[in-house]
């Protein structure tokens, strides 16, 4: 792939920390209403769209 420039690299760790999932905290605090990570994603079923 060669190097990262600085966007891309950027980019890359936002998706990687978004990556988790929820707290269970804030699970409890919101009685429920939150169960998932809508933004939680598998290497394999979805891909990143980054073009920088």
Same mark, same amino acid.
């Given at each position: 792939? %060669?190097?990262?420039?600085? $966007? /891309? !690299?950027?980019? &890359? %760790? /936002?998706? &990687? !920390?978004?990556? %988790?999932?929820?707290?269970? &905290?804030?699970? $409890? !605090?919101?009685?429920?209403?939150?169960?998932?990570?809508?933004?939680?994603?598998?290497?394999?079923?979805?891909? &990143?769209?980054? /073009?920088?």
């Amino acid at each position: 792939m %060669g190097k990262k420039s600085q $966007l /891309k !690299k950027s980019m &890359l %760790g /936002k998706k &990687l !920390k978004e990556n %988790g999932r929820i707290p269970v &905290l804030a699970i $409890l !605090k919101t009685h429920r209403r939150i169960q998932y990570n809508k933004n939680q994603r598998d290497w394999r079923r979805r891909k &990143l769209r980054i /073009k920088a």
